[in-house]
């Protein structure tokens, strides 16, 4: 499987594109949730088209920082669908403090915070669609090492009298 190699970190390539995703998504989300924001008073939304794109990248790093540290882009993880949603919650829940802090540090941004509950809404549900089809197109055994055991006996056998559970034998595959 090929990896990308972001910040000295092997990241495999199937994740880095899910990340690419993600980020364009809330970009696009951040639109989305300005637009909704404005819907009432549609001149308002040309007048502020011009602060978005900052606003946007900004909104879009977070997010993809915090999910990351919740570790959804990690090719191993034990937990199935739910787990994924709690993580994914709390990474957005992480991403909703850290744009507090700024709100509080940078009080202008008032207007921004009123559209901020537009656009998370927005956000978690593409990066919800994203994640299920993610999920679905791709195939996890690519992201398993493949383990060859050289000889037999005692130690052989240790694989598989420890390793009864499927959660145990999650990181690789055994070719013989």
């Known amino acids: 499987m090929a990896t990308v190699r972001v910040f000295n970190h092997h990241l495999h390539s199937s994740f880095y594109w899910l990340v690419m995703v993600d980020a364009i998504l809330f970009v696009v989300a951040f639109y989305a949730g300005t637009y909704l924001y404005f819907l009432s008073e549609p001149g308002s939304f040309q007048n502020y088209l011009g602060e978005i794109p900052a606003r946007a990248a900004l909104f ?6 915090c999910l990351a540290a919740m570790g959804l ?3 191993r993880m034990r937990e199935g669908a739910s ?3 709690m993580r994914t919650v709390g990474g957005f829940f992480a991403a909703a403090v850290v744009m507090a802090a700024i709100f509080y540090v940078l009080p202008e941004l008032h207007l921004w915070r009123g559209i901020y509950f537009y656009t ?7 990066n919800l669609i ?17 383990v060859l ?12 009298r420890c ?9 690789f595959t055994l070719v013989g």
């Open 120 to 126: 998370a809404a927005t956000a978690i549900t593409a």
């Open 83 to 85: 787990g994924i949603l």
């Open 163 to 171: 390793m009864r559970r499927r959660a145990d034998r999650q990181g």
């Open 73 to 75: 882009y990690e090719p």
């Open 149 to 160: 055991v050289y000889g037999a006996g005692q130690a052989a056998s240790t694989i598989t």
């Open 60 to 65: 879009s790093a977070i997010n993809v920082l």
């Open 130 to 146: 994203s994640r299920s089809a993610f999920t679905a197109l791709t195939r996890t055994e690519q992201f398993k090492s493949r």
